[in-house]
Each structure stands twice: as C-alpha cells, then as structure tokens.
C-alpha cells in the first residue's frame, strides 16, 4: 500500500485568535499615534496662543512708553 504524503505548502494561516489579537494590537497604536497628534496639536496651539499674548504685550508697553513720551514732550 503506498503511502502518500502530502506536501507542506507553507505555514500555517494564523488562527482567528491571532487574527483578533493582530487587529486590536493595530488598533491600539493606531488610537496611541491619534492621541500623541492630538497631544501635540494643542500643545502647538497653546504656545501659538502665548506667542500671540506676549506679542501683543510687548506692543501694548512699547504703545504705552511712546504714549507718555508724547505726554511728556520728551
């Protein structure tokens, strides 16, 4: 009686377990790399924000300081 033998074409195909875990692991960094641009975009608006304020700060005193020269007559 022959015996046949059936060739391994390759490995296994993952289990749906693992298919599950793949999937969730992906989406998991995926909602880590959403929340670190998310971080990051406010943070970038907060310095933008105090850029703006202090600009607007430093323009008030230099308005402020030329006002009381014209004031002064000096």
């Given at each position: 009686?022959?015996?046949?033998?059936?060739?391994?074409?390759?490995?296994?195909?993952?289990?749906?377990?693992?298919l599950?875990?793949?999937?969730?692991?992906?989406?998991?960094?995926?909602?880590?790399?959403?929340?670190?641009?998310?971080?990051?975009?406010?943070q970038?608006?907060?310095?933008?924000?105090?850029?703006?304020?202090?600009?607007?700060?430093?323009?008030?005193?230099?308005?402020?300081?030329?006002?009381?020269?014209?004031?002064?007559?000096?």
């Open positions: 009686i022959p015996v046949t033998i059936s060739p391994v074409v390759g490995p296994r195909p993952p289990s749906k377990t693992a599950e875990a793949a999937a969730a692991a992906q989406r998991s960094l995926e909602r880590k790399a959403q929340q670190e641009r998310t971080r990051i975009a406010k970038n608006r907060k310095d933008q924000l105090a850029s703006f304020l202090k600009e607007g700060l430093e323009s008030a005193q230099k308005d402020g300081v030329a006002a009381q020269h014209e004031e002064g007559g000096t």
